[in-house]
């Protein structure tokens, strides 16, 4: 089983920035697509990037296009998301998240198997 820590949230002001970080344990973890989501109270969790684990290929939230930036280090077993020009609709709980091995990229939350603890990210003046 795969256990995911995910680092870096905050609070931030409209237009900041934030680096979020997820450490990934495991010997199939390198094979994985790894996606991050967020939830915010009362709303679903939703997909909002995630990067394949065979060919670094990446799928975006449409909200999100431009600004965030999701990446991959094999090397040192982590995925981060850069997240640029933030906004108050980007205030949620972000959680990463590993998928099942047939997936290349999804960012469908009933594909993940294995979840981290999450890390709040509030946007707000």
């Known amino acids: 089983q795969l256990h995911l820590v995910e680092s870096g949230g905050g609070l931030v002001q409209p237009g900041g920035s934030l680096r979020l970080s997820c450490a990934l344990s495991g010997l199939t973890s390198g094979s994985l697509a790894i996606g991050w989501f967020r939830q915010a109270p009362g709303n679903e969790r939703e997909g909002v990037a995630c990067i394949s684990g065979r060919d670094n290929s990446t799928l975006y939230r449409s909200s999100v296009k431009g600004r965030f930036i999701i990446s991959r280090d094999k090397s040192k077993n982590t995925v981060s998301l850069q997240m640029n020009k933030l906004t108050p609709a980007d205030t949620g709980v972000y959680y990463c998240?590993?998928?099942?091995?047939?997936?290349?990229?999804?960012?469908?939350?009933?594909?993940?198997?294995?979840w981290g603890q999450g890390t709040q990210v509030t946007v707000s003046s």
């Open positions: 998240a590993a998928a099942r091995p047939v997936v290349v990229t999804s960012l469908a939350p009933q594909v993940y198997e294995d």
